[in-house]
T-cell receptor, first 112, second 112 residues
């Protein structure tokens, strides 16, 4: 069964800290993996997309890594800011089944 | 201009009613999706359409039916609404089924 898990479900850190969010998936035959951000009452905003052949992607203070062999991806946020407070979701796309599976998200709170 | 727009944003209706949620994307994408996010914030794909052909149907009840008059629109029709249908429904699109997904703002459906 293809599952995507995000731990922890919630995380609170003081402003300025670097932090890592985790995503694990049971089936490593992925096509790509995407990280999204969801603000309360809003839709999802794509942050980074990593193809299965890539090891990492970077955008500003965000860095996403992918280790297919261990079924893991991490989202690294540098120098966190209160505006980073949101729920972060990872989603795995399996091309063999044209299926996208989302994790349940990590709710991040950055304390000023 | 909003890339993926869906209406209405909020909908409160009684059990047994039939309702529709409309979605339009102006990105020129070939694939559109409908997702359901339940009270636990878990996001699950319901349908996706690629060039007006259904390519995923994640075992949703047949009370739910997607309608795509053209590749820029994917409307969601729900018949005989039940209490358990209360959720947030998100429309999304991507260039094809393996690319970055762009989400709408969501439609909050409450069945009473």
């Amino acid at each position: 069964k293809q599952e995507v898990t995000q731990i922890p479900a919630a995380l609170s850190v003081p402003e300025g800290e670097n932090l890592v969010l985790n995503c694990s998936f049971t089936d490593s035959a992925i096509y790509n993996l995407q990280w999204f951000r969801q603000d309360p009452g809003k839709g999802l905003t794509s942050l980074l997309l990593i193809q299965s052949s890539q090891r990492e992607q970077t955008s500003g203070r965000l860095n996403a890594s992918l280790d297919k062999s261990s079924g893991r991806s991490t989202l690294y946020i540098a120098a966190s800011q209160p505006g980073d407070s949101a729920t972060y979701l990872c989603a795995v796309f399996y091309s063999s089944a044209s299926k996208i599976i989302f994790g349940s998200g990590t709710r991040l709170s950055i304390r000023p | 201009d909003t890339a993926v727009s869906q209406t209405p944003k909020y909908l409160v209706t009684q059990m047994g009613n039939d309702k529709s949620i409309k979605c339009e994307q102006n990105l020129g994408h070939d694939t559109m999706y409908w997702y359901k996010q339940d009270s636990k914030k878990f996001l699950k794909i319901m349908f996706s359409y690629n060039n007006k052909e259904l390519i995923i149907n994640e075992t949703v009840p047949n009370r739910f039916s997607p309608k795509s008059p053209d590749k820029a629109h994917l409307n969601l029709h729900i018949n005989s609404l039940e209490l358990g249908d209360s959720a947030v429904y998100f429309c999304a699109s991507s260039q094809d089924s393996g690319n970055t997904i762009y989400f709408g703002e969501g439609s909050w459906l409450t069945v009473v």
